[in-house]
């Protein structure tokens, strides 16, 4: 009994947090609910992507990757459209029966990280499966933080980055978790361009960057 109101107090407290950070974004409570969530995202990396979806009336956004960031994604967006794509089939069932009312489709890669030049080579081998919810749509946000991509066991961020690429609205924004690491940083600048970038923020758990969209052209 002890443990259940433990938990369900911190649920609360949890909940409250992200409201607040919804209402009132400050370095605070940012900082308080990132850490009552344990989100590996920094502060200003949280707070960069939070001013985007914000800006844009009715936001139709796109996360690849469910985490312990997902409900704040959820309740910040909630006058606008969110999914959530993800691949690994027990943490899938973890974080939507934690977090009830998230719209997530499992998804299936298929790759591993170190086939990450044989696919920049041949680039229908980046082509992927979606659900129809989210291929027929243009998506004014996008952010790419699945699949795993820590090592050459893992399905890498190749596919999700393309997919990224193809899916975001002319003028939308496209922001990549783990910059730091090559498969990323490669892909990135190859299908998202330079040009398109409009800031790095660096943070010892994963380089973030944000990329406005100008056109579709590779």
Known sequence: ?????????????????AELARLWPSHLN????RWMYQIQLGVEQIDLILKTIKGNSRCRL?????????????????E?????????????????????????????YGTR???WKRMLESQSLLQMA????????????????????WDDKTPGRMKSIYAASRLAKKSGDIFVHDCDREVEDVYCK?????????????????????????DHSI
Do not use: C
Request: net charge positive; hydrophobic share 45%; charged share 25%.
């Open 1 to 17: 009994m002890r443990k259940f109101l433990k938990k369900q107090i911190r649920y609360f407290l949890a909940r409250t947090s």
């Open 30 to 33: 940012l900082s308080v609910m």
């Open 62 to 78: 796109l996360v690849f990757g469910l985490g312990n960031d997902s409900l704040f994604w959820s309740i910040l967006n909630r």
């Open 80 to 108: 606008g459209v969110t999914i959530f794509l993800e691949d690994d089939q027990q943490w899938f069932e973890k974080i939507t029966k934690r977090t009830k009312h998230l719209t997530a489709f499992l998804v299936t």
């Open 113 to 115: 990280r170190n086939d």
């Open 130 to 149: 979606l659900p129809k919810d989210v291929e027929n749509a243009e998506w004014d946000v996008i952010l790419v933080d699945g699949p795993a991509g």
């Open 190 to 214: 190859y299908f998202l361009k330079n040009e398109s970038m409009k800031v790095e923020i660096k943070h010892p758990e994963g380089w973030l960057r944000h990329y406005h969209m100008l």
